[in-house]
DNA sequence: GGGTATTTGTCCGTATGTATT
DNA sequence: AAATACATACGGACAAATACC
């Protein structure tokens, strides 16, 4: 047996749906004519088109078909200077109308440090810290939870306002730096790929298969004493977004060529605490 | 049937690892075994395995028998401005010396450039392009494949040297800018993950059926003029790589507090262009 | 190297359940 | 309610990969 029949019909298939024989969204054939079409049984039809499944080239719909996978349109995120060196710094076209982002009013809890947010914020594991966590929609469709820590610290130190459930206005950052004189420096993001458990997969209503990983972002920003002062985690569905970085003089997205990008000290502006990401639609 | 058979055998064993009791890398009785153990059928036993399968949990290994998988430790992919800074200005403790990056030769290959690079390098569809293709080994083990794809009217200008299928020594960056003076002023990285291809399964050894995502990054670089001048293509398995960006003043992965980073001009020093990302290993 | 036992992989057939039209 | 189509579950047989003697 060269290869096994059912990465036979399962590469034949593939071939038909690159080819664009089988666009995106159609509908393929049924089991059954699978079975006299190839020749097969009709596990082994299930095999290949479960392979194929895998792989996300298709999908089945019980009572349906199967179908071929449409491409998801990536929401573009910004990561890095473009992004918190002030909105006002923004060329205009990055930050376009039409997709609206909206977030969940943030339910705030009090948490011992797990090993992860201890490490990041340079913490104990099990010291106390507030959690800020919101969910984040795009023209109401699920596109990223995001969960803050900050260090109990801060709270007692007078920022009582991190422990009121409600959208901070001025963005956390501002409020920090004028309750505290704690004022943010610069950050770290750090970006991972793995699984999704199962409460992404209910919040995106993804394949319950768990097929489709999950971005992980981790964003740490520091104060003026070079210390920790927030931990921002945003996990997005890896299999609609994209996540772009610009470095230097970058010309925008859109056609007009802005003035090379002035090396400013980054400062703390913007709505980078309650934003992590601004995002952009592309194409 | 509440839930399917298959699935309350595969959550009982997802309990039993991420209680611990099965570690990673602990061998799964037979699929025999656990036919009498659930009172289910084989193929049930094995419907329950590869669910679990397909969420990375176990692995199967034919003759031998099912295990736990081991997470690898993640690589940390550099991407943003720590990197292409200047090599000198990194704090020494981000480029460990234990793991050795190896590069094979490059290949050259001239091209019709397709939509997505004519695109990046904002040229007609189908207009020639240079490209250079890399693979690249940590410990000898495969990492990473990169293509670097270049304007044809570089080369028609002078920089005939992008033609040798040999590395260039002092960076294309530098090469460039000697050559032409077409300098390097800043990049955009755009990370996006997909499927992985019958060529990256291959390169990398990943899992037949696809289920390992691939992190593709563009990142496409401009000149002092704001035209895009080279874009590399790099692809790592989203499986066992995380990426950074540091924005602003962000103190070193190691103990010291380093001096907050000045806002040099950014410029194209460096190995930027052999290696668009710096890497080191975390934990 | 060869042979054998073990274990997973492939393939078939059948019956019944569940979701959708 | 009926028909259609995929999902679950069982059974069996043989192939292929591995380990061990």
Redesign the interface.
Known sequence: MARPLYRQIADDLRGQIEAGQLPPGARLATEDEFRTRYNASRNTIRDAIK?LA????VETRPGQGTFVAVKLE?V?VN???AV?NGAAALPIAEVPASPRMESSIPSVEIQSAAAPVAAELRLPEGETVVSRHQRQFIDSTPWSLQTTFYPMDLVRRGASRLLAAEVIAEGTVQYLRDTLNVT??????????R?ADANEIAFFSLPP???V?I?EVFRTA?DQA?APMRLTVSVFP??R???????????GLALE?PA??S????GGQGPADRTPAIFALER
């Open positions: 392979w895998v792989q996300g080239l990536p573009v990561l890095g200077a918190d943010q420096v610069g950050w770290r993001d750090k970006l991972t790929i699984p298969d768990g097929r990983g971005a520091y070079g890896a299999d977004n994209s996540f772009v970085i610009s470095t230097g003089a970058v010309p060529s090379p990008r090396p400013d000290p980054v």
